[in-house]
Nanobody
Framework: QVQLLESGGGLVQTGGSLRLSCAAS????????MAWFRQAPAKEREFVAA????????KYADSVKGRFTISRDNAKNTMYLQMNSLKPEDTAVYYC?????????????????WGQGTQVTVSS
């Protein structure tokens, strides 16, 4: 059983930056595909970015491509999301997720473990 804990959220102005972290425990972190999703009020949870076990392969939603960077440090059992040039439409609760097997996926149902989320608010 993997436990995931997000941190790093907060309030930032348009154009600002934040770095989210997801600390994992209770499993073999280096064997998991990891991902970030987000959920805005009254909207469905949506894919943001994912990274394979080694960090060699990544995938991004079109809405964040070129602004967000996903990375991981397997020695620290931690995944990161560097968010630059933030926009008000990036406001959401951000969740990290882990997937035991296979390739990078972009659907919520593909992931086995979820964190509790961290709020990101971008003011205009």
């Amino acid at each position: 059983q993997v436990q995931l804990l997000e941190s790093g959220g907060g309030l930032v102005q348009t154009g600002g930056s934040l770095r989210l972290s997801c600390a994992a425990s209770g499993g073999t972190f280096s064997s998991y595909v990891m991902a970030w999703f987000r959920q805005a009020p009254a909207k469905e949870r949506e894919f943001v970015a994912a990274i394979n076990w080694s960090g060699a392969f990544t995938k991004y939603a079109d809405s964040v491509k070129g602004r967000f960077t996903i990375s991981r440090d397997n020695a620290k059992n931690t995944m990161y999301l560097q968010m630059n040039s933030l926009k008000p439409e990036d406001t959401a609760v951000y969740y990290c997720a882990a997937k035991r097997l296979g390739l990078i996926a972009t659907t919520t149902g593909s992931y086995d473990y979820w964190g509790q989320g961290t709020q990101v608010t971008v003011s205009s």
